[in-house]
């Protein structure tokens, strides 16, 4: 028999409650039922373990047709700036049978244990050096000396786009997180939309810039498989994975290694922990995705009607799954509040989805973020964060982490 849905008529995950701390919310959410309609966004929220990854690994039921299309409505003006000059094809996470698994399975060809292992040289280089300056420094903020340089060159370098270019790429890729995942009033989405263009025809002219002249570099490794196999990819493909991997191969990790200090250095047995026994990092990292998930929620729609445990979601519904929420669900994860570096399960997180989906720079970032706490630990042992600093966290609903992370490298 079925049951009524229930109705969580507060639920706003752009409200600024919300935004500063979401975690009691998600304890309700979780305490409520399997599934629960929030009319405020029209979207069923799913908040525990099982049933978001029963969600995510039923695509026939539940389409990644709507993973990145805005969160909030936008504003006729930027839509019409983004139809005109936006030719975007969906390639991975908005993307469904039968071109997904075509566009990953040639993705999964170009980014393998090689590419990474070229990759990472120049990023144990570039950890060393930031944490060498900032460990040099009576202040810093971990964003700017730390999270944002280091996985802008991991990711922007596997694709094979100039150093050079960072602050722009940065700039357009927050702003396209704005856009489809916040909430900008009108003037900000026709700014943002106007990036989102540019930002799409810098991608095009680096693609064909490669074709002219390969490089060793994920792109052009992906060009070499067109050329070899055009009936797995066009160039126009590549240009959207190009378009899709900028994106995905540096913000979520430039969260992560904010909201895994975040979670860390507070926990002082732990911390010294890690500096004492840097073999517990890998562990540590696993245990920083769980308990402060950089990727908050992700989305799907119902391609049919169906039920949850027992209540009725229609045809065409739009679900909202919560990662973070699932990684603290304690029938999956024992005192899920509990930062346990040796949880025997922790690899289990949710923070790089599950399935068909699963993040496919999920190495990189393990490889960015253990170099990353390897050097903090062995470097900066004493370093605290700066005491009564508030955090603010951008408005949107995919990547959570403070904007800054103050901290004092060799102690108050
Ligand atoms: C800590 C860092 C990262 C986190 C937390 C993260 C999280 C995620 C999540 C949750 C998904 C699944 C989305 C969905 O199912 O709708 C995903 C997919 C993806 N990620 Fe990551 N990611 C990270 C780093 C990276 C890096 C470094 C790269 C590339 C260099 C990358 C590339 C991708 C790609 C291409 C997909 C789409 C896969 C598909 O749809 O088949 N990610 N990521």
């Known amino acids: 028999m079925l049951a009524q849905c229930p109705v969580h008529k507060d639920f706003h995950p752009l409200s600024a ?21 929030a009319p405020k966004i029209g979207m069923y929220v799913v908040s525990r373990y099982a049933d978001v990854v029963r969600v995510i690994e ?23 700036i983004l139809t005109s000059g936006f030719p975007r094809k969906p390639t991975f996470t908005n993307c469904d049978p039968p071109r997904h698994p075509r566009m990953r399975n040639a993705a999964s060809r170009c980014l393998t244990p090689k590419r990474w292992a070229k990759t990472q040289p120049a990023i144990e280089a570039c950890a060393e050096a930031l944490v060498d300056a900032l460990a040099a420094k009576p202040f810093s903020d971990i964003m700017a000396d730390l999270a944002f340089p280091l996985p802008a060159l991991a990711g922007f370098s596997v694709i094979g786009f100039p150093q050079g270019d960072t602050e722009l790429l940065k700039g357009w890729c927050g702003r396209r997180v704005a856009l489809t995942y916040g909430d900008l009033d009108p003037a900000g989405q ?31 490794d992906l060009l070499q498989l067109a050329a070899e196999k055009p009936d797995l990819l066009e160039v126009d493909d590549i240009v959207s994975m190009v378009y899709s991997i900028s994106l995905a191969g540096h913000e979520t990790t430039t969260a992560a290694i904010l909201d895994g200090l975040q979670a860390l250095l507070p926990n002082r047995p732990h911390w010294n922990a890690l500096c004492a026994d840097p073999s517990l990092i ?8 769980r308990i402060n998930c950089p990727t908050q929620g992700i ?6 009607d169906t039920e949850i445990d027992g209540v009725p979601i229609p045809k065409g ?5 919560l ?18 570096p040796k949880r025997p399960n922790a690899r289990e997180h949710l923070a790089f989805g599950r399935a068909w989906h699963l993040c496919l720079g999920a190495p990189l970032a393990r490889i960015e973020l253990q170099l990353v706490f390897e050097h903090l630990t062995r470097k900066t ?27 004092h490298p060799n102690g108050a």
Do not use: W
């Open 17 to 37: 409650d919300f935004l500063a701390d979401p975690y009691p919310v998600f304890a309700s959410l979780r305490e409520e039922g399997p599934v629960v309609y």
């Open 58 to 80: 039923d695509r026939d039921t539940y389409s990644s047709a709507n993973a990145t299309s805005p969160f909030m409505p936008v504003c006729a003006e930027a839509q019409a």
């Open 190 to 220: 026709v700014q943002a939309a106007h990036d989102l263009v540019a930002f799409f025809d810098y991608c095009r002219d680096f693609v064909e810039r490669r074709r002219r002249e390969p490089a060793d570099d994920l792109t052009s």
């Open 282 to 289: 890998p562990g540590a990292v696993e245990e920083m995705l």
């Open 299 to 304: 989305r799907r729609i119902t391609t049919c």
């Open 317 to 321: 519904s739009t679900m909202f799954l």
């Open 323 to 340: 990662l973070a929420s699932a990684n603290k669900d304690a029938e999956t994860f024992a005192d899920p509040d509990v930062f346990d």
């Open 381 to 407: 042992p004493r370093m605290s964060l700066v005491e009564d600093q508030q955090f603010h966290f951008p408005g949107n609903v995919l990547i959570r982490a403070p904007e800054r992370l103050l901290v």
